[in-house]
């Protein structure tokens, strides 16, 4: 069952006689046994955390710390939300 949905962007910087920017807006979905991604499912039994480095930029970062490393996800609104669902699911593994 999806519990929680945040965007995520990847951002690609082109150039060519100028610079553009891309942003590919994709989700970051929270279920109740796991978390995906469009490139990555994670299972609750291998997060270890999650955490956010607020930016003065209109872009945060969001750190998914598993047991294959820590994953980094581009955000634009508050995270704060996802990472209270997640960190009261992720308690009952550790």
Known sequence: MKI?????????????LNIQIIEEEKNLILWSD????????????VIHDISFKPSSNRYKML?????????????KDNPEEMIRLIKSRIEGYQ
């Open 4 to 16: 929680f949905s945040l965007s995520y962007f990847v951002v690609t910087r082109k150039m060519d």
């Open 34 to 45: 796991r978390v995906t991604s469009d490139e990555h499912t994670f299972h609750l039994n």
């Open 63 to 75: 750190y998914l710390h598993t047991n294959r490393g820590v994953f980094s996800f581009i955000v």
